[in-house]
């Protein structure tokens, strides 16, 4: 069984997290069903951006990276509090395990930025949010690192990045895909309906 840490900060967006439990979650009852995802925070409660409260499946200090081959992290609104947990060196030190160990990383919108300050992308391709005029790619670059501003979808060795919430599910497959195989990923997107 392959598992999937879906890494929450609080401030997080429900629909980015969603993609990977749905994807993830279809595979295991669709799909060649060898994935399983497990949601892991900071805290015991989590309020995502627009205020819905998720109470995830482990903290973050329960965490043996030994046991997992994939890290996902939805990405988050500021107002909400997201950067508060995202850039805390609990948070930041679980990205520095997975990439060290060359396990799969995958990042929706800004959840590339916990990813720059960790160092883990220094002189590597990445990508983040592109609206709002680039305030956050500009971010991302001021971590040293080599920001593809038109590409929605950016992988560079064993992370993935994306410029927006609606690379979501693009992520989601390409992460099981990885895990898995193209047939599989195929079969599941089928299931879907994609």
Do not use: H
Not at 75 to 86: M, N, R, S
Not at 112 to 130: D, M, Q
């Amino acid at each position: 069984m392959k598992k999937v840490l879906l890494l929450l900060a609080n401030g997080f967006e429900a629909v980015e997290a969603s993609v990977f439990t749905d994807v993830i979650g279809w595979n295991e009852t669709d799909g060649d069903g060898s994935t399983k995802l497990v949601t892991v925070g900071l805290r015991e409660k989590l309020k995502c951006t627009f205020n819905f409260t998720v109470i995830p499946e482990m903290l973050i200090n329960e965490v043996n990276v030994d046991e997992f081959d994939a890290l996902a992290i939805p990405g988050g609104f500021e107002e909400a509090g997201f950067y508060e947990d995202a850039y805390s060196e609990d948070f930041l030190n679980i990205i520095r395990e997975f990439d060290k160990a060359g396990k799969i990383i995958a990042s929706i919108c800004v959840g590339a930025l916990p990813l720059g300050k960790s160092g883990v992308l220094v002189n590597r391709n990445a990508t983040t949010y592109n609206l709002n005029n680039g305030i956050r790619q500009r971010e991302l670059a001021e971590f040293k690192v080599n920001v593809l501003p038109d590409e929605p979808i950016v992988i560079d060795k064993n992370i993935i990045t994306s410029y927006n919430p609606s690379t979501a599910f693009p992520v989601a497959f390409k992460l099981l895909e990885m895990l898995t195989s193209e047939e599989n990923c195929n079969k599941v997107k089928c299931k879907m309906g994609f």
